[in-house]
């Protein structure tokens, strides 16, 4: 996978350093990744992968003032969308400390002004409304509606990254939208889909 030809196919709007921000996160990922072990993809195309995976919501998504990534880990899908969409503050909740540590580094380094990391569970942040809250292989869909609850209002949005488990944890009651790509599930939710 070619991931600047496989994004560039997509029509992604995209600003002119995303993808020297990527290469520079790729870099400093493996290097981290050696001796703190972020995350099991340990080589480029699968991160490449996880990459494209984390920005393809932006062929579907509007643009939002506000983002909250709930259990970012190394950075997915969170950290790969505040470089994708400069204009968004994106608020990353890692409570693993390796992990809040190598992104509060990743936003240092590529002087990411839109990024806030907070080192806690999302349970034990303060209320706050976010526009779109996403998560990425932290739990099934329940867990983080609950988790969720004090950061959202009507007018927000989910989009949880899913497998083909999803069509398990969903059902009619709640109003959702499931985009199917070939290796993944995105479940959107919210009043406005």
Same mark, same amino acid.
């Given at each position: ?6 994004? @560039?196919? @997509? ?11 990527i290469?520079?996160? !790729?870099?400093?990922? #493996? !290097? ?6 972020? /995350?099991?993809? !340990?080589?480029?195309?699968?991160? &490449? ?9 932006l062929?579907f998504?509007?643009? /939002? ?28 909740? @890692? ?6 540590? #190598? ?5 240092? $380094?590529?002087?990411?002004? =839109?990024?806030?990391?907070?080192? +806690?569970?999302?349970?034990? +942040? @303060?209320?706050?409304? #976010?526009? *779109? ?6 739990? $099934?869909?329940?867990?983080?509606? &609950?988790?969720s !609850? =004090? #950061?959202?209002?009507? =007018?927000? %949005? *989910?989009?949880?990254? %899913? ?16 985009? %199917? ?6 479940? *959107?939710?919210?009043? =406005?889909?």
């Amino acid at each position: 996978m070619n991931l600047k030809t496989t994004i @560039e196919q @997509e029509n992604i709007e995209l600003p002119d350093d995303f993808f020297y921000n990527i290469q520079k996160y !790729k870099e400093h990922l #493996f !290097k981290w990744n050696k001796i703190h072990n972020l /995350t099991g993809a !340990k080589d480029e195309s699968t991160i &490449d992968e996880f990459i494209y995976d984390a920005i393809f919501p932006l062929t579907f998504l509007e643009k /939002t003032k506000n983002l909250l990534d709930i259990g970012t880990g190394a950075g997915f899908p969170g950290m790969i969308l505040a470089m994708a969409m400069p204009q968004t503050e994106v608020t990353l909740v @890692e409570p693993l400390k390796k992990r809040a540590g #190598f992104l509060q580094f990743i936003k240092a $380094d590529l002087g990411l002004k =839109n990024v806030r990391v907070v080192k +806690m569970k999302v349970e034990e +942040m @303060e209320s706050e409304i #976010f526009e *779109l809250i996403t998560s990425r292989a932290v739990t $099934d869909t329940n867990m983080l509606l &609950d988790l969720s !609850k =004090n #950061f959202r209002d009507e =007018n927000s %949005k *989910l989009l949880f990254y %899913k497998g083909e488990k999803v069509y398990d944890e969903i059902n009619d009651s709640i109003k959702h939208k499931i985009i %199917k790509t070939k290796n993944r599930h995105y479940l *959107l939710i919210g009043e =406005n889909i």
